[in-house]
């Protein structure tokens, strides 16, 4: 259950950022209205919450995992949103990415020996 909450709590973690900065990218970038930009700047703060609530109190250790569901929520909304196809190497790397979330965050871990 930790792990499926923590893996839930990633992937809105991305929605939020990659969510947030393509509302503030439509308002910067295509003219949409400035209350998009506002709206985008909230999930952004959302996003940065987000994170804080993951099973590990390591800050390193939860952002560089996040990198990597990141790098393929990046791809997936380019995909729906912008219509890039991820091709066999964009797969690859991101089947890899994900390798190195596991790894990184659900890896069995000895607790280190509390000292006296």
Request: aromatic residues 12%.
């Amino acid at each position: 259950m930790v792990i499926l909450r923590s893996v839930l709590l990633f992937f809105l973690a991305g929605l939020c950022e990659i969510g947030g900065g393509y509302l503030v990218w439509q308002y910067a970038r295509n003219g949409k209205p400035l209350i998009t930009a506002v709206i985008g700047s909230i999930v952004l703060i959302l996003y940065g919450i987000l994170p804080t609530l993951q099973p590990v109190n390591s800050f390193g250790r939860v952002y560089a995992a996040y990198g990597g569901v990141f790098i393929v929520m990046s791809l997936l909304w380019g995909w729906r949103f912008d219509g890039q196809v991820p091709d066999k190497a964009d797969q690859v790397g991101a089947l890899i990415c994900l390798i190195g979330v596991a790894v990184i965050m659900y890896w069995p871990r000895v607790l280190p020996a509390v000292r006296r």
